[in-house]
């Protein structure tokens, strides 16, 4: 068994089962965005984390152990997305990308936004003329040093 099997568990169980995302956050105490990464094989759990999600998928103990192990981050499977919606994030870091650089660097300096000292909210917009997605995005700023 690997991670990979170990997601397909989960999402099979969350199918079979019905559940939400937000309500596994829940009983794990973390954000939905984070959580669902993590059952998605791209963060670590540690071991209550890990054993609240086997008793909430009925995962047996080596999927439970393989929750706690650092996984391989990075979850695509071609270096351009043929998913329709994972293509548009693409899409919009083909289009605005070198936008969020450059008032990145005006505002900050020479850095980067980090992927690990992140949070992430996502959430439903109403809106009269069709729902909108709206996701805030916020990375602690690590400016490049010298030496």
């Not at 984070?34 to 080596?62: E, N, R």
């Not at 706690?68 to 605005?96: A, C, H, M, N």
Request: proline letters at 5%.
């Amino acid at each position: 068994m690997n991670r990979n099997d170990v997601t397909e568990m989960i999402i099979g169980a969350k199918i079979t089962k019905g559940i939400k995302w937000a309500d596994v956050a829940t009983k794990i105490g973390l954000s939905k965005e984070w959580v669902t990464a993590g059952c998605l094989g791209q963060m670590t759990f540690d071991a209550t984390q890990a054993a609240i999600l086997g008793d909430i998928f009925d995962l047996p103990k080596d999927a439970v152990a393989l929750l706690q192990v650092v996984p391989y981050k990075g979850s695509l499977p071609t270096s351009v997305p043929t998913d329709p919606l994972i293509y548009r994030f693409y899409e919009l870091i083909s289009v605005y990308g070198t936008t969020f650089k450059e008032l990145i660097h005006e505002e900050f300096g020479d850095g980067i936004m980090s992927a690990i000292d992140f949070k992430m909210d996502m959430q439903r917009e109403a809106n009269p003329m069709g729902d909108r997605v709206s996701i805030t995005m916020s990375g602690k700023f690590l400016p490049y040093k010298t030496y």
